[in-house]
């Protein structure tokens, strides 16, 4: 099993930042420190979708929407991922989830293992 927990959320105002942490823990985790992490975002009425992805290698990948904006990293030795969000507009308000998958960001394909997510909400 792999315990993701995801932290970091929270209100800020247009043009402010964010950074999201994801730590992972777990009998089998490190296998998953092999595979790839995503941070996927779902506002309501809408589906979830993958912003940002980070291969075990370090190869990066980021949705049209938040190019140039946002920035994931990892820290394989201490097993979290982090995504750096800058120049936030409302647009943005989302629960952040965390997840472990294989792939690159053209490819990604999310496993089962959710965190809870953390709410980010930015206001005009």
């Known amino acids: 099993q792999v315990q993701l927990v995801e932290s970091g959320g929270g209100l800020v105002q247009a043009g402010g930042s964010l950074r999201l942490s994801c730590a992972a823990s777990g009998s089998i985790f490190p296998i998953a420190a092999a595979a790839a992490m995503g941070w996927y975002r779902q506002a309501p009425g809408n589906q979830r979708e993958l912003v940002a992805s980070?291969?075990?290698?370090?190869?990066?990948g980021y949705a049209d929407s938040v190019k140039g904006r946002f920035t994931i990293s990892r820290d394989n030795a201490k097993n979290t991922v982090y995504l750096q969000m800058n120049s936030l507009n409302p647009e943005d308000t989302a629960v952040y989830y965390c997840?472990?998958?294989?792939?690159?960001?053209?490819?990604?394909?999310?496993?089962?293992?959710w965190g809870q997510g953390t709410q980010v909400t930015v206001s005009s």
């Open positions: 980070i291969t075990s290698g370090g190869s990066t």
């Open positions: 997840n472990v998958g294989v792939g690159s960001f053209r490819t990604y394909s999310p496993l089962n293992y």
